[in-house]
């Protein structure tokens, strides 16, 4: 049998469609897989899905993924897994790198790509804590996201709330009512 195995690690990634796109580049080469999606973090080795799909699994059969980073971020989880798999008698197919062999070769191979995929991993996150530290040296720097509505936006919208329901002053205002209620209860602490 085979199992195609899609994940994303947030939730703008299933939004942009990437978990869709993942799975009909399996379904282009293997149409009978089945398919098993997950939304988790590559950082850590505890994904429920991949657990359960690999708990079906059985000898004689394969595994596909678009990327080898879709399996593992790290490369000592990655080698570890895949080499379960094989012991288990489960061949792997990654698609943007082929058929991935049980051979001294074949497991050199995976070391090196998988020590490259964490390399590009961590490059990313010290970047990322670089300019995070070099935009603190604003003072107008503020951490997460930023605030999708003015604070008078909200005030308005909670005055109109004196005198209207929440769906109402949400058609008015494209405030949802999360937001009121969230803006509301800050207003009582």
């Known amino acids: 049998m085979i199992f195609g195995y899609c994940r994303v690690s947030s939730k703008v990634q299933i939004d942009n469609n990437s978990l869709k796109q993942q799975e009909q580049e399996i379904k282009r080469h293997y149409s009978d897989a089945k398919i098993f999606r997950e939304q988790h973090t590559g950082s850590t080795t505890h994904r429920p899905i991949f657990e359960e799909m690999v708990n079906q699994m059985r000898d004689g059969d394969k595994l596909v993924v678009t990327k080898l980073d879709r399996l593992a971020r790290n490369a000592t989880e990655g080698i570890n897994l895949i080499q379960n798999l094989f012991d288990s008698g489960i061949s792997v197919h990654v698609l943007n790198v082929g058929l991935l062999e049980n051979t001294t070769l074949g497991k050199f191979f995976i070391t090196t790509l998988l020590a490259v995929a964490e390399m590009e991993r961590n490059l990313i996150l010290e970047r ?62």
């Open 128 to 189: 990322t804590f670089a300019g995070k530290e070099i935009a603190k040296q604003n003072p107008n720097f503020r951490e997460g996201r930023p605030q999708k509505y003015t604070k008078a936006q909200i005030e308005h919208a909670l005055e109109l709330l004196k005198t209207n329901s929440y769906t109402q002053v949400e058609s008015m205002t494209g405030i949802s009512k999360s937001t009121l209620q969230r803006a509301k209860r800050k207003q009582k602490d």
